[in-house]
């Protein structure tokens, strides 16, 4: 097989759940255990740090790994879901896996794998910890994919837990309560660890607070200890500042352990993106007629969203809007976020889980406002792009699947 051949078996052996949603959902570590075992235990050679939380994982994770490789480690890093290209997922010091190993990985262990039936994310972890063992990384930052307690990353015991917020999101499966959720995050604080929460409320804290006593586990949180700076951070999206004080939290816990500088704080800080790959925080992709994408993809993160794209079209003669969403998120709530003041351009993201634009743009006119649909993001963004003037502002997201499916595009034209 090529890599595009095994990248089309890897989808369809293992169903990913970011592709066909909940039917690809495993709970339970059961497959955990078995490719561990076969692989002899590969997560058992490196440090880790374990990252959770509904938003922020990906700013947070890709952001300590940048300060981590400034200092001079060797730094794994294992995060979804990706944009452009699956090995975005598993890096060494900012360098996609190479298409070979993926491959290869599939091609002698397949016989082993297949009778198991594992999930992609298992199957992915296992090829991310395999291929970090092997490469000699010094650290790996290792985010979550889904939940916590019964994540298939859980095994690893790492030198810091770090939960970043708790909001509603993927409810079915972690819960339909702050608190029930927050519970299945608080599953990766282990036994003796330090485990850092970047933000709570007056339901998660408790919850936090009852899972670090059973676990003897040593608690921060990094609300209650705000660390003034005025270093540059790279990321420039209003929720960034909450990430921030998380991330500079979880480096000064690790200076307990690890050797961090002043200057690979400030070097991480301002080159995330250069020296991580990272994408879609915020990105600008030009700057006449201004045009940014954003991942932001829940009610917790267009909160933050809605309010700067709002600050930023003031400066801008008309803000145009390429928009979709998928099928577990509120998009009602959202919705009732959006700019009114606008020109919309409604279209799917090219995953089975992506609202029909006709759907999006009906909701959208029930709540007051109007636009056309397109069948691809391609599609609208061609649209907007040709309506757009100088000193106009272009913003595309809504679903990190539409922002995934622009980047692709871009990429391919370039």
């Not at 095994?6 to 078995?34: C, M, Q, R, W």
């Not at 837990?161 to 608190?179: E, Y």
Request: net charge negative.
């Amino acid at each position: 097989m090529n890599y595009s051949e095994t990248i089309d078996y890897l989808y369809n052996a293992a169903p990913a759940f970011e592709k066909v949603g909940a039917s690809a959902y495993k709970e339970g570590l059961s497959n955990t255990h078995a490719l561990d075992e076969h692989f002899n235990h590969p997560h058992r050679q490196f440090k880790t740090i374990h990252i959770a939380g509904t938003n922020g994982k990906g700013s947070c994770s890709h952001t300590i790994a940048a300060i981590l490789q400034s200092q001079g480690y060797k730094v794994g890093l294992y995060t979804s879901p990706h944009l452009i290209d699956f090995r975005e997922r598993i890096r060494i010091n900012g360098e996609c896996i190479p298409e070979e190993r993926v491959i290869r990985f599939v091609e002698e262990e397949r016989s082993f794998f297949e009778p198991l039936q594992p999930s992609f994310f298992e199957l992915t972890t296992a090829l991310a910890f395999l291929y970090f063992a092997e490469q000699g990384v010094d650290i790996a930052i290792v985010e979550v994919g889904l939940g916590g307690r019964l994540d298939c990353t859980n095994i690893i015991t790492p030198l810091l837990s770090v939960i970043t917020n708790i909001s509603f999101d993927h409810t079915q499966f972690l819960g339909s309560t702050l608190a029930a959720i927050a519970n299945e995050k608080a599953g990766i604080i282990k036994e003796g660890k330090l485990c850092l929460v970047g933000e709570y409320t007056p339901e998660t804290r408790p919850v936090f607070e009852r899972v670090a006593k059973e676990k003897n586990a040593i608690l921060c949180f990094a609300e209650d200890n705000h660390i003034h700076s005025n270093l540059d951070f790279e990321l420039k999206g209003n929720y960034q500042e909450k990430n921030k004080n998380t991330i500079l939290n979880a480096i000064r816990l690790l200076r307990n352990q690890l050797e961090i500088s002043d200057e690979a704080i400030e070097r991480g800080l301002k080159n995330v993106c250069e020296l991580t790959g990272l994408m879609g925080r915020w990105q600008k992709l030009q700057d006449e007629p201004l045009v940014i994408c954003d991942t932001g993809h829940n009610l917790a993160g267009w909160q933050y969203l809605a309010p700067q794209i709002k600050a930023t079209a003031e400066n801008h003669t008309s803000l145009k809007v390429v928009f979709g969403m998928v099928d577990d998120k509120d998009i009602n709530a959202v919705m009732d976020l959006l700019p009114k003041e606008a020109t919309y351009y409604f279209c799917q993201a090219s995953t089975h889980r992506a609202i029909p634009a006709k759907v999006v743009k009906d909701i959208a006119e029930e709540k007051g406002i109007s636009g056309k649909e397109f069948s691809s993001v391609s599609e609208a963004y061609t649209q907007a792009l040709a309506d757009a003037k100088v000193g106009d502002f272009v913003f595309v997201g809504g679903s990190s699947y539409v922002v995934a499916d622009l980047l692709t595009d871009l990429n391919n034209t370039n």
